[in-house]
């Protein structure tokens, strides 16, 4: 069972559009969810996380809307630009520091 | 910013035969992780580590596998012996404090077993 799921697995946007990835959970015991941005032949690198207690992160351009009842988050990316083409794993753990779970992955293309 | 050295970063091995992937993670970190990719997909946590202690593993983390981190020396993740479906990039990954808290990823050891 997936216990983090990203709805789309790739998604393709026009330069200087809002790209919007979802992420829904299956574990209410999560309380802590970043996002993680990988480029081809790197490691995941952190972009943005959110506890639960919160329902909004915003980051510059980089924004995570949570809702802890419908246990599903999304990232935003505002301004999308080339550089941004990658792919976004959001992830969780779970209370007493268990290790994080990742998701699928959507890869974004932003076109010029 | 600080880095997780990965080495090596490629590997080709026979199908049977033992390897190592080393890490060298942050230096002030407490917290090791390894992590497998196929295909640039998902993600699939293997175990972590703290304090000279497996804290915590999935059912990938085989009985095939082991970790360890000799005082001053490597995280290593050993597989012996290897079996065709290890073929994957295995990310190793540290953090300062417990999971809820900056994962310090490295570039990955792309392993292929034939």
């Known amino acids: 069972q997936q216990q983090v799921r990203q709805s789309s697995q790739s998604l393709t946007v026009w330069e200087g559009e809002t790209a919007i990835l979802n992420c829904s959970y299956e574990?209410?015991?999560?309380?802590?969810f970043p996002w993680y941005q990988q480029f081809p032949g790197e490691g995941p690198a952190l972009l943005i996380a959110?506890?639960?207690?919160?329902d909004k992160k915003e980051d510059g351009r980089f924004t995570i809307f949570f809702n802890k009842r419908e246990k599903n988050l999304s990232l935003h990316i505002k301004d999308s630009q080339p550089g941004d083409s990658a792919t976004y794993f959001c992830?969780?753990?779970?209370?007493?520091?268990?290790?994080?779970?990742f998701g699928t992955g959507t890869t974004v293309s932003v076109s010029p | 910013g600080p880095k997780v050295l990965q080495i090596p970063s490629h590997q080709i091995i026979d199908m049977g035969q033992m390897v190592t992937l080393n890490c060298d993670p942050v230096?002030?970190?407490?917290?090791f992780y390894w992590y497998k990719q196929i295909l640039g997909q998902q993600m699939e946590f293997l175990v972590n580590?703290?304090?000279?202690?497996?804290?915590?593993k999935s059912k990938l983390f085989k009985d095939q596998f082991s970790v360890e981190r000799p005082d001053g020396s490597y995280f290593t993740l050993k597989i012996q012996p290897t079996a065709l479906e290890d073929s994957a990039v295995y990310f190793c990954?540290?953090?300062?404090?417990?999971?809820?808290?900056?994962?310090?990823f490295g570039s990955g050891t792309r392993l292929l077993v034939i």
């Open positions: 990954a540290s953090s300062l404090a417990r999971a809820d808290s900056d994962y310090t």
């Open positions: 574990n209410s015991a999560f309380d802590y």
């Open positions: 959110i506890r639960s207690v919160s």
């Open positions: 992830a969780a753990s779970a209370q007493g520091g268990r290790a994080l779970i």
């Open positions: 230096s002030n970190h407490l917290y």
């Open positions: 580590f703290y304090n000279g202690k497996v804290m915590e």
